[in-house]
């Protein structure tokens, strides 16, 4: 079993849905989560960052996270064709060691 | 503006030949990573260094080796380069000490094709 999962893709939404991306991790210790962004030909890029339960929005984007079931994941509301790309999770188990574990990506495709 | 820099964005080395590929970040980060990028696999981390002079192996270290003998740079080293070898590889670094911790910021590649 892999540390970090992410649901298999490639994802196809049309322009204007939500887009749902989820991953779950193995590492119940786990502190700190991310989602990055990575255009094709591109370096990743983080988009969102979430250590507590719950929710956080930052404007189309919002972040799940609820370590009791060991998931978090990525909503992406009013796609966008400019949405279209791979998304990474990684997870931080922890913080004073610095390296993050990565899934393997999902991609999205966002079709006008 | 943070930045990331490798020393090549591509890079056509043969069998056998010793390969340097080269990172420098001036954010003062003490974390940096070496990673591969393959179609299918995702990123598998190499190696990593969290201070001058210290590395960990990562997930994939075998035929790899690196250097940090300055804070701002993090060589990646093939010995005898393979063409297994042929992949994008990924320098990032991070920092404990800026929130949010460990956001690692990624330079921009380098394509490595080994013939």
């Known amino acids: 079993q892999k540390e970090v999962e992410q649901n298999s893709g490639p994802l196809s939404v049309p322009e204007g849905a939500i887009a749902s991306l989820n991953c779950t991790y193995s590492?119940?210790?786990?502190?700190?989560f991310f989602w990055y962004r990575q255009y094709s030909g591109k370096s990743p890029e983080l988009i969102m960052f979430i250590y507590s339960n719950g929710d956080k929005e930052d404007g189309r984007f919002t972040a799940q996270l609820n370590k009791a079931s060991q998931y978090v994941s990525l909503l992406i509301r009013d796609s966008q064709p400019s949405d279209s790309a791979t998304y990474l999770c990684a997870v931080n188990s922890d913080v004073g060691a610095g390296k993050s574990t990565f899934g393997d990506g999902t991609t999205l495709t966002v079709k006008p | 503006d943070v930045k990331v820099t490798q020393s090549s964005r591509y890079l056509v080395k043969r069998t056998g030949e010793k390969v340097f590929l080269e990172c420098v970040q001036d954010m003062d980060h003490e974390n940096m990573f070496w990673y591969r990028q393959d179609p299918g696999l995702g990123l598998r981390l190499i190696y990593f260094s969290y201070d001058v002079k210290m590395k960990e192996k990562g997930d994939i270290p075998e035929g790899y080796s690196v250097s940090r003998e300055k804070k701002e740079r993090f060589s990646l080293i093939l010995e005898s380069a393979s063409t297994n070898q042929t992949s994008m590889y990924l320098c990032?670094?991070?920092?404990?000490?800026?929130?949010?911790?460990?956001?690692?910021?990624f330079g921009p590649g380098t394509r490595l094709t080994v013939l």
């Open positions: 590492d119940r210790g786990s502190q700190s």
């Open positions: 990032a670094s991070s920092t404990t000490g800026q929130f949010p911790y460990n956001e690692q910021f």
